[in-house]
């Protein structure tokens, strides 16, 4: 999913990326703002993720969206 797409949608996936991952604060999820990129930093922040732990994690939830 490219940036552009990810930034229309994020209204759509954010509770889906709250139930995914709950250590996500809704602070965490408005700073995220539809960014890929933020979300990304910020899985590797909250969950000790590399960055191609946390793109692949995200492209799996999110790839069909």
Known sequence: MNEDTFKGKWKQLRGRAKQVWGDLSDDDLTRIDGSYDRLVGT?????????????????????DA
Do not use: P, R, W
């Not at 899985?43 to 790839?63: N, P, R, V, W």
């Open 43 to 63: 899985l590797q922040e909250k969950y000790g993720y590399t960055k191609a732990e946390a793109q692949k994690k995200i492209d799996k939830e999110f790839g």
